[in-house]
C-alpha cells in the first residue's frame, strides 16, 4: 500500500524526533536541515564534477552538469525534510516548483560563471568548484527561505 507524502513526512518528523536530544535539535532550525540537505547534494555534485574533470569534461560544463544532479537531489530532501508542508495543493505546489527551480537557475549561474572564471586564471577546478559552493549556498539558501518556500 503506497503511504501518502503526509503519511512519509509524518513518518520522518517521528524518526527525527526520536533522536537523542542534541541531534533531534537539528530539527528545529531550517538552516540546519539544509545544510545537511545541501551536503547530501552536494555529494552528487562534486562527485559527477569530479569524474568529468578527470574525463577532461570543460569544468564550466562539469560544474553544470554536477550541479543539475545536485538540484535534483535537494528538491526531494527540501520539500520533504526541510520545508515540509509548506505548500499542499497544486497551484502552491507548482509555484513552489518554479521558485525552486529559478533559485535553482541563480546558483548553477553563480557556479558556472565562478568555475569557468575561476578555471580561465589558473586556479584548479576543485578550488574553484569549493568558491561556488559557498556563495551558491547562501545566495539559493536565503531566496528559498524568504521566496520560494516562506
Known amino acids: 500500500m503506497?503511504?501518502?507524502?503526509?503519511?512519509?513526512?509524518?513518518s520522518l518528523g517521528g524518526w527525527i524526533g526520536?533522536?537523542?536530544?542534541?541531534?533531534?535539535?537539528?530539527n528545529r532550525f531550517s538552516i540546519t536541515r539544509y545544510l545537511l540537505?545541501?551536503?547530501v547534494s552536494l555529494a552528487f555534485d562534486v562527485s559527477l564534477f569530479m569524474?568529468?574533470?578527470?574525463?577532461?569534461?570543460?569544468?564550466?560544463?562539469?560544474?553544470?552538469a554536477g550541479y543539475s544532479a545536485g538540484i535534483v537531489v535537494h528538491w526531494l530532501?527540501?520539500?520533504?525534510?526541510?520545508?515540509?508542508?509548506?505548500?499542499?495543493?497544486?497551484?502552491?505546489?507548482?509555484?513552489?516548483?518554479?521558485?525552486?527551480?529559478?533559485?535553482?537557475?541563480l546558483?548553477?549561474?553563480i557556479t558556472v560563471i565562478m568555475v569557468s572564471g575561476l578555471t580561465s586564471v589558473g586556479v584548479l577546478p576543485v578550488?574553484?568548484?569549493a568558491s561556488a559552493v559557498g556563495v551558491s549556498f547562501f545566495a539559493v539558501y536565503l531566496?528559498?527561505?524568504y521566496g520560494v518556500f516562506r
Open 107 to 109: 546558483g548553477l549561474g
Open 2 to 10: 503506497e503511504r501518502s507524502g503526509a503519511d512519509r513526512r509524518s
Open 51 to 64: 569524474v568529468l574533470v578527470a574525463f577532461l569534461v570543460d569544468p564550466g560544463w562539469a560544474s553544470a
Open 77 to 105: 530532501i527540501s520539500s520533504s525534510f526541510v520545508f515540509p508542508g509548506k505548500a499542499r495543493d497544486g497551484a502552491a505546489l507548482q509555484l513552489q516548483r518554479l521558485g525552486f527551480i529559478g533559485t535553482a537557475v
Open 143 to 145: 531566496t528559498r527561505k
Open 127 to 129: 578550488m574553484a568548484k
Open 18 to 26: 526520536n533522536l537523542p536530544a542534541p541531534l533531534a535539535m537539528l
Open 37 to 39: 540537505a545541501s551536503i
